[in-house]
């Protein structure tokens, strides 16, 4: 499944899908706060992404966990959204989640997002692996199938894939990619894992 070039990008900036398109996919792309979703839905978007971004207050940053993105001044407050063309007949609308834990406990926010979703990208970063959890929490019960992206950052540890997956607690055939959410390439990698995966998962639990 080729992904879409950069010269591709400028081609498809349009607000139509192309005529050649016979399938969209609606892909959640979750995880904790201050883990790249906006920045990796911006740098694969095909179209000028929606940002529900706002500058955050002193009374945000007390609840919000900053461990490894102390710098960070703005925030989701509703949602992201994009739209990629992944393949002349497939195209993907992602929906990127607010990433703080109080967001999570606002049922309606998820209930509304994951509907009609085919699956998850759940992003995540070494130096604060149990940031993730409530992302995946939510994910699972939500019945989403899911893959995980590492986001790169330039601090960030690493550590064999052996030892991740068990610190997420991932079942063996859960996808676990790392990407830079700053690439193109490289995003788009990560979301053609997660189609791939969910493709499967969903001829697998056909009725």
């Given at each position: 499944?080729?992904?879409t070039?950069?010269?591709?990008?400028?081609?498809?900036?349009?607000?139509?899908?192309?005529?050649?398109?016979?399938?969209?996919?609606?892909?959640?792309?979750?995880?904790?706060f201050?883990?790249?979703?906006?920045t990796?839905?911006?740098?694969?978007?095909?179209?000028?992404?929606?940002?529900?971004?706002?500058?955050?207050?002193?009374?945000?940053?007390?609840?919000?966990?900053?461990?490894?993105?102390?710098?960070?001044?703005?925030?989701?407050?509703?949602?992201?959204?994009?739209?990629?063309?992944?393949?002349?007949?497939?195209?993907?609308?992602?929906?990127?989640a607010?990433?703080?834990?109080?967001?999570?406990?606002?049922?309606?926010?998820?209930?509304?997002?994951?509907?009609?979703?085919?699956?998850?990208?759940?992003?995540?970063?070494?130096?604060?692996?149990d940031?993730?959890?409530d992302?995946?929490?939510?994910?699972?019960?939500?019945?989403?199938p899911?893959?995980?992206?590492?986001?790169?950052?330039?601090d960030?540890?690493?550590?064999?894939?052996?030892?991740?997956?068990?610190?997420?607690?991932l079942?063996?055939?859960?996808?676990?990619v790392?990407?830079?959410?700053?690439?193109?390439?490289?995003?788009?990698?990560?979301?053609?894992?997660?189609?791939?995966?969910?493709?499967?998962?969903?001829?697998?639990?056909?009725?």
């Amino acid at each position: 499944m080729a992904s879409t070039t950069s010269s591709d990008r400028s081609a498809d900036s349009g607000i139509y899908v192309r005529d050649t398109v016979e399938t969209t996919a609606k892909l959640l792309i979750v995880g904790p706060f201050g883990v790249g979703k906006t920045t990796l839905i911006g740098t694969v978007s095909e179209i000028e992404p929606l940002r529900t971004e706002e500058v955050m207050t002193q009374a945000g940053a007390l609840v919000d966990d900053l461990r490894g993105v102390e710098d960070k001044r703005t925030t989701t407050v509703a949602m992201d959204f994009g739209r990629l063309t992944l393949s002349p007949d497939l195209v993907l609308y992602l929906f990127g989640a607010p990433g703080q834990r109080r967001f999570n406990q606002v049922a309606p926010v998820w209930q509304q997002l994951a509907h009609g979703a085919y699956g998850a990208l759940v992003l995540a970063d070494t130096r604060r692996l149990d940031a993730s959890f409530d992302a995946m929490e939510m994910v699972e019960r939500h019945g989403l199938p899911y893959a995980v992206a590492l986001n790169s950052f330039p601090d960030a540890p690493h550590f064999p894939d052996d030892e991740l997956r068990e610190a997420l607690d991932l079942k063996p055939g859960t996808p676990l990619v790392s990407c830079d959410a700053r690439d193109r390439a490289s995003a788009a990698r990560a979301l053609i894992a997660l189609v791939r995966h969910v493709h499967t998962y969903h001829q697998e639990h056909l009725p």
